[in-house]
């Protein structure tokens, strides 16, 4: 497993932007398939976006395709989730979450560890 710690959140008007980060702790994150999801108020956690472990694959949403971007910097240990044309239903504490298997399967994904969580907020 690897250790995740998210950043970025915040209070933004609609149709403003944020970039969340996440930050890996260990030596697999280079490996890891790397996800973002959010949770609402009294909603269920739901899935935003994922990458593979180069950045070559991505999917998003449905809700979010062509506002929201994922990407990684290996270098870093790090994975960010880059949100534009920002609406108040993206209101939402976010999470990273990382699938540290050593093969991990980018269609199947197995998400080992979360991260704490950043909350967005989004005014109308």
């Known amino acids: 497993q690897v250790q995740l710690l998210e950043s970025g959140g915040g209070l933004v008007q609609a149709g403003g932007s944020l970039r969340l980060s996440c930050v890996a702790s260990?030596?697999?994150?280079?490996?890891?398939?790397m996800g973002w999801f959010r949770q609402a108020p009294g909603k269920e956690r739901e899935f935003v976006a994922r990458?593979?472990?180069?950045?070559?694959?991505?999917n998003y949403a449905d809700s979010v395709k062509d506002r929201f971007s994922i990407s990684r910097d290996n270098t870093k240990n790090t994975v960010y989730l880059q949100m534009n044309s920002l609406k108040p239903e993206d209101t939402a504490v976010y999470y990273c979450?990382?699938?540290?298997?050593?093969?991990?399967?980018?269609?199947?994904?197995?998400?080992?560890?979360w991260g704490q969580g950043t909350q967005v907020t989004v005014s109308s």
């Open positions: 979450a990382a699938d540290s298997r050593p093969i991990s399967d980018y269609y199947r994904p197995r998400y080992d560890s």
């Open positions: 260990g030596r697999t994150f280079s490996r890891c398939v």
């Open positions: 990458i593979s472990w180069n950045g070559g694959s991505r």
